[in-house]
T-cell receptor, first 115, second 115 residues
Framework: GENVEQHPSTLSVQEGDSAVIKCTYSDSASNYFPWYKQELGKRPQLIIDIRSNVGEKKDQRIAVTLNKTAKHFSLHITETQPEDSAVYFCAASDPSGGSNYKLTFGKGTLLTVNP | GAGVSQSPSNKVTEKGKDVELRCDPISGHTALYWYRQSLGQGLEFLIYFQGNSAPDKSGLPSDRFSAERTGGSVSTLTIQRTQQEDSAVYLC?????????????FGAGTRLSVL
């Protein structure tokens, strides 16, 4: 099945700085890569996703890039704010069994934005 | 409309007891997923339902774990003879269709503590 590695496990930045979280995946047949944000004690929520036919996607201060050749994708947050503090999970669709019906998640990155 | 609802939100049980965790997906969502989130870990896939059938049970840790879904809606995850290592947050997610690239919406989870 799919294997997703996520780095770093913790990241601390000053307010206003940029933050980058990187993930690699193992199965070249994966075709969908979402990012979830989980605030303390809350449920994971989708913040951005990208499909394999696109190299980059941006939504205001958040962007995701995908390098299919290298099998890695990254989350970029610009002009960080304290409310960006949370655990961020990357995921990749798992093509095992012939259909991409489930997600394999990375272990998460705890982002702390210091005022 | 209502999101994914899970109950109970917290469950404390004694080792060896059975527990049932409930998930009410978003109305009309045909796909339902159970995940386990242990401290400092990512989201570990347990089982997936398409309608009332479970095409993929590969993530269930042992035969003490089982799940069912009735009426294409409510799902119950049952853990028999609970062990301390079962302590975790159990998350349920639903999506409109079975493909991974359909957005998965998560419930708030059930925090299970086995004493």
């Amino acid at each position: 099945g799919e294997n997703v590695e996520q780095h770093p496990s913790t990241l601390s930045v000053q307010e206003g700085d940029s933050a980058v979280i990187k993930c690699t995946y193992s199965d070249s047949a994966s075709n969908y890569f979402p990012w979830y944000k989980q605030e303390l004690g809350k449920r994971p929520q989708l913040i951005i996703d990208i499909r394999s036919n696109v190299g980059e996607k941006k939504d205001q201060r958040i962007a995701v890039t995908l390098n299919k050749t290298a099998k890695h994708f990254s989350l970029h947050i610009t002009e960080t704010q304290p409310e960006d503090s949370a655990v961020y999970f990357c995921a990749a669709s798992d093509p095992s069994g012939g259909s991409n019906y489930k997600l394999t998640f990375g272990k998460g990155t705890l982002l702390t934005v210091n005022p | 409309g209502a999101g994914v609802s899970q109950s109970p939100s917290n469950k404390v049980t004694e080792k060896g007891k059975d527990v049932e965790l409930r998930c009410d997906p978003i109305s009309g969502h045909t796909a339902l997923y159970w995940y386990r989130q242990s401290l400092g870990q990512g989201l570990e896939f347990l089982i997936y339902f398409q309608g009332n059938s479970a095409p993929d049970k590969s993530g269930l840790p042992s035969d003490r774990f089982s799940a069912e879904r009735t009426g294409g809606s409510v799902s119950t995850l049952t853990i028999q003879r609970t062990q301390q290592e079962d302590s975790a947050v159990y998350l349920c997610a639903s999506s409109l269709r079975y493909l991974a690239k359909n957005i998965q919406y998560f419930g708030a989870g059930t925090r299970l503590s086995v004493l």
